[in-house]
C-alpha cells in the first residue's frame, strides 16, 4: 500500500465531516487566528441576506476556548506517513489557538507505533492523552477494547462517564446520533475509558465488492449476470470467446483475487448467495443470536460452487496465493486479460491508465440456488474505538476532556481531514454542484493528495473526529471537467459503484462486542486458531487438494476440537450483556 495510486486510497477511504453540532463564539479569542486560514465556515455570508450567521453555543471565556487560563497537555500520538510533523501541523495549530490549550507531543511513526504504544503504557510514566491509537495497525477493535479493560481497570486511563454527563456535548450528541456506538464504547464494567472516531462514509459500508469489465459483455452481447447459474454462464463464455476480441481465445482470464486488498478475495462476494458471509470472522447475527457460518450447509453449498469455477479454470489458480501486485500486473495487460476480480477500491488493484480501469462496474450481489442475495456489510466499522484516552497522570482532566469533545464539532473535524480553510478548501458558491449533479457545499483549492508524499496541513486519517459521507466526498463541488475514472475521481467512482448494492445487507450484522478481561483472553486464542484453520481449510475445499463431500466431517470436526462453540458461546454472552439485556 505504498504506491501513490494505493497511498490515494488508503488516504481517502474513511475521509467525512459531519454537520450538525456546532460549538460557540465570541470575539475575544478571534485575535488569536489568521483571518486567512482560521476564519470559520459557519459564519460564511448567507446567500440570501448577505450576514454572517451567529454560532449557536458559546463556551464562557472566548470562542470555542475550553480554558481561560492556557494549559499544557503533553499528548502521545501515531504520526501517519503522510503527516511531516505533527508538532508544527497547521490543524494542531489552529487546534491550540482555538482553544487556548498547548500541546506537547510525543510522536510514534506507523510502523514503530505499537510498539511505542504498549512500551508507554507498561512503563508507568504516561502522558496526559493517548491519541489515534486506534489507527495503529494491528490494534484491531477487540485488541483495543482489551487495553481500555486493563488499563482502565488498573487505573492508567481514567473513567469518561461524569465527563461526559458535564462537559460532553458533542459526545452526548453522538451518542445520541448513532444508537450503537455507547454500547460499543462502553466496557463490561460500566466505564468509558476512551472516546471513538466516527467515520460515516458510503462506500466502506459495501466494501465487498465484485468487479466485472463491462466491454467484455459488449464483446459478447451478454446480459449482465444476477444469479450464480447466469455468472457461471458469463464466466465460461469469458473464458472461451475471445471476450477482448484480441484473437487470442486462450488469455482471457475471467475472474481472479489476491490475498492482502481491500476485501479481495472473490469467494467471500459469491459466499453471499448462499450464506451471509462478512469475510472476516465469519459471524452472522439472526433473531440476537450470534453464531457462525463455518459449519453450515449453506456454506458447503458454497464452496462447491466456488470449487466448480475453480476446477474449471474460471476462477483464477493464483487468487489465493498472489498479492495485489502481482494482480495489477495481471490488469495492467492491453488489452485487458482480466475480466473480473473483486476489491473494495479498484486503485488497490488496477491501474487508472488501464483498459480495465475505464470499463469496470460492480456487479449486484447475486442470488443463489436457494434465493439468498446478500452483500457484505460493515455499517458498524464507521465506529474506531481508542481514539482519545485521558490518563491518571493528567492534572487538568477537565480541560483534557474538553479538548476531545470540541473535537467533534463539524469546524475541527473537517479542518483535521481536509486542511486550511480557505486555502485547501473553501465552502462552495451557489450553482455549484456534485458529481451527482446535487448542489455541492464543499469545494477544494489545491488537491488532497498530489504526490503520495508528506504533507502538514491536515492529520490524515488520524485524531478524533465525526464526519459524514457527504463532507467526506458526497457534497463536494465538481467542475466541468470532472472525470469520473480519473485519479481525481476515485471517491465518486467508489459512490456510483456502491449504489448497486443498497439494500442487500442483512437484518442484523455483529456490532463491536466487547468482553471482559478473562472472556478476551480465552476468546482472542480460540478466535486466532479457528480463523487460521478455516482459511486453509476454505482454499484447500476451493482448489481440490480437500475433496467437499468425503472430508466435510473432519473438517467440522476439526472446529469443534478448536473450540467453535465455545467462541460462539463467548460472543453471544457479550453480545446480550450489551445489546440485549443492558
Avoid at 491 to 510: F, K, M, N
Wanted: glycine share 8%; with cysteine; net charge negative.
Amino acid at each position: 500500500m505504498k504506491k501513490r495510486t494505493i497511498a490515494l486510497i488508503s488516504l481517502l477511504l474513511c475521509f467525512a465531516m459531519l454537520l450538525t453540532a456546532c460549538t460557540g463564539g465570541n470575539e475575544n479569542s478571534s485575535a488569536n487566528r489568521e483571518s486567512s486560514s482560521q476564519a470559520e465556515p459557519e459564519s460564511q455570508p448567507s446567500s440570501e441576506t448577505g450576514e454572517s450567521s451567529e454560532p449557536d453555543n458559546q463556551t464562557a471565556g472566548g470562542e470555542n476556548w475550553v480554558t481561560d487560563t492556557p494549559v499544557t497537555l503533553k499528548v502521545w500520538c501515531m504520526r501517519e506517513d503522510n503527516v511531516e510533523d505533527i508538532q508544527t501541523n497547521e490543524f494542531i495549530k489552529w487546534l491550540q489557538a482555538e482553544t487556548n490549550v498547548n500541546l506537547e507531543f510525543e510522536q510514534a511513526s506507523s510502523a514503530e507505533a505499537l510498539q511505542k504504544l504498549n512500551l508507554s503504557l507498561a512503563s508507568g510514566s504516561y502522558p496526559d492523552v493517548y491519541l489515534s491509537a486506534n489507527q495503529i495497525t494491528g490494534m484491531n477493535s477487540t485488541i483495543m477494547n482489551s487495553t481500555l479493560m486493563k488499563f482502565g481497570g488498573a487505573g492508567v486511563l481514567i473513567p469518561l462517564n461524569d465527563l461526559i454527563e458535564q462537559y460532553g456535548t458533542n459526545t452526548k450528541q453522538l451518542f445520541q446520533d448513532v444508537s450503537y456506538i455507547e454500547s460499543g464504547v462502553t466496557m463490561p464494567d460500566g466505564n468509558i475509558y476512551a472516546l471513538p472516531s466516527y467515520s460515516e462514509i458510503y462506500h466502506c459500508r459495501y466494501s465487498q465488492k465484485l468487479w466485472i469489465d463491462q466491454s467484455w459483455l459488449d464483446n459478447l452481447n451478454l446480459n449482465t449476470p444476477t444469479t450464480t447459474e447466469e455468472y457461471y454462464q458469463v464466466l465460461k463464455a469469458f473464458k472461451e470467446q475471445d471476450a477482448n476480441g484480441n484473437g487470442d481465445p486462450n488469455d482471457e482470464i475471467p475472474l481472479a483475487g489476491c490475498t492482502d486488498a481491500w476485501h479481495s478475495d472473490p469467494s467471500s462476494f459469491l459466499m453471499n448467495a448462499f450464506i451471509y458471509d462478512d469475510d472476516d470472522k465469519r459471524l452472522f447475527v439472526k433473531n440476537n443470536q450470534v453464531d457462525s457460518i463455518l459449519n453450515k450447509d449453506a456454506y458447503r453449498e458454497g464452496l462447491r460452487y466456488i470449487h466448480k469455477l475453480y476446477d474449471e479454470g474460471l476462477l483464477y489458480s493464483e487468487s489465493f496465493a498472489q498479492d495485489s501486485t502481482q494482480l495489477k500486473s495481471l490488469t495492467s495487460s492491453s488489452p485487458n486479460t482480466v475480466g473480473g476480480f473483486a476489491v473494495g477500491a479498484p486503485m488497490a488493484v488496477l491501474d487508472a491508465s488501464s483498459d480495465l480501469y475505464k470499463t469496470c462496474r460492480t456487479l449486484a450481489p447475486l442470488k443463489g440456488p436457494d434465493g439468498v442475495q446478500n452483500c457484505g456489510y460493515y455499517g458498524y466499522q464507521d465506529l474506531r474505538v481508542g481514539a482519545y484516552m485521558i490518563t491518571n497522570a493528567c492534572e487538568n482532566p477537565e480541560v483534557a476532556f474538553k479538548l476531545g469533545d470540541f473535537m467533534y464539532t463539524p469546524d475541527s473535524s473537517i479542518r483535521l481531514r481536509q486542511g486550511i480553510f480557505n486555502e485547501d478548501w473553501r465552502m462552495a458558491e451557489a450553482g455549484e454542484k456534485t458529481f451527482d449533479g446535487k448542489d455541492a457545499t464543499y469545494a477544494r483549492i489545491t488537491p488532497l493528495v498530489t504526490d503520495g508524499g508528506a504533507q502538514n496541513h491536515h492529520f490524515g486519517n488520524s485524531g478524533l473526529f465525526r464526519e459524514t459521507n457527504d463532507s467526506f466526498i458526497g457534497a463536494w463541488a465538481v467542475d466541468d471537467t470532472f472525470d469520473i475514472r480519473s485519479l481525481n475521481g476515485i471517491e465518486q467512482l467508489l459512490i456510483e459503484q456502491t449504489l448497486p448494492y443498497d439494500g442487500y445487507e442483512p437484518d442484523q450484522t455483529l456490532p463491536p462486542v466487547i468482553f471482559t478481561e478473562e472472556e478476551g483472553s480465552e476468546v482472542s486464542s480460540i478466535e486466532v486458531e479457528i480463523q487460521k484453520y478455516a482459511k486453509e481449510q476454505r482454499a484447500l475445499f476451493i482448489t481440490g487438494q480437500k475433496d467437499i463431500e468425503t472430508e466435510w466431517e473432519a473438517y467440522v470436526q476439526g472446529l469443534e476440537n478448536l473450540g467453535l462453540s465455545k467462541m460462539i458461546e463467548f460472543y453471544n454472552t457479550a453480545y446480550q450483556r450489551q445489546y440485549v439485556n443492558s
